[in-house]
T-cell receptor, first 113, second 112 residues
Framework: NAGVTQTPKFQVLKTGQSMTLQCAQD?????MYWYRQDPGMGLRLIYY???????DKGEVPNGYNVSRLNKREFSLRLESAAPSQTSVYFC????????????FGEGSRLTVL | AQSVTQLGSHVSVSEGALVLLRCNYS??????LFWYVQYPNQGLQLLLK????ATLVKGINGFEAEFKKSETSFHLTKPSAHMSDAAEYFC??????????WGAGTKLIIKP
């Protein structure tokens, strides 16, 4: 029962460094998402992939890139990290919101110094 | 455009008291509505959802929510609060089959 797995769980970066957050789901879901969560701001969608082979921008895509590697995996890349990207990042997946729900990973806490 | 408003960033109730968390939405089409719960240092998990069947929806852990179209509301209730209910609760409305519009969240504090 792994569900949605995110790595790493914690990361500290210096301004300008790059890194990739990995996400994998084992539920055969079509759609996958990357959110960031900041205090008092709820969840904000960064990018999503409605199905394998497609990706679309969400509410706050600037400074991020994504790759839907296959049906299971959806990665989020920060090319040049900035302090404003300090946040908790959540990956989620769903078979489709009209028939299912969003399943979330446990989150990745990123600090950019 | 769709939007979700949760009244109160923090709600404090005594153990055993009624829990009421408010959610109002705006939507131009019949919505799918959701409540998610986030326990400390965890991801979100679905509490319950409304998908145009019964207007009173029962969820996990004794929570329920009532869809009121005339009031564009989907308030979450629980008759008797337990210490384990302390968490952050998020209301959301489906924008499409692929996206949710989220409220800002309400932290529920349970007083002993």
């Amino acid at each position: 029962n792994a569900g949605v797995t995110q790595t790493p769980k914690f990361q500290v970066l210096k301004t300008g460094q790059s890194m990739t957050l990995q996400c994998a789901q084992d539920m055969n879901h079509n759609s996958m998402y990357w959110y960031r969560q900041d205090p008092g701001m709820g969840l904000r969608l960064i990018y999503y992939s409605a199905s394998e082979g497609t990706t679309d921008k969400g509410e706050v895509p600037n400074g991020y890139n994504v790759s839907r590697l296959n049906k299971r995996e959806f990665s989020l890349r920060l090319e040049s990290a900035a302090p404003s990207q300090t946040s908790v990042y959540f990956c989620a997946s769903t078979p489709g919101l009209k028939t299912g729900e969003l399943f979330f990973g446990e989150g990745s806490r990123l600090t950019v110094l | 455009a769709q939007s979700v408003t949760q009244l109160g960033s923090h709600v404090s109730v005594s153990e055993g008291a009624l829990v009421l968390l408010r959610c109002n939405y705006s939507s131009s089409v019949p919505p799918y509505l959701f409540w998610y719960v986030q326990y400390p240092n965890q991801g979100l998990q679905l509490l319950l959802k409304y998908t145009s069947a019964a207007t009173l929806v029962k969820g996990i852990n004794g929570f329920e929510a009532e869809f009121k179209k005339s009031e564009t509301s989907f308030h979450l209730t629980k008759p008797s609060a337990h210490m384990s209910d302390a968490a952050e609760y998020f209301c959301a409305v489906s924008h499409s089959n692929y996206q949710l519009i989220w409220g800002a969240g309400t932290k529920l504090i349970i007083k002993p």
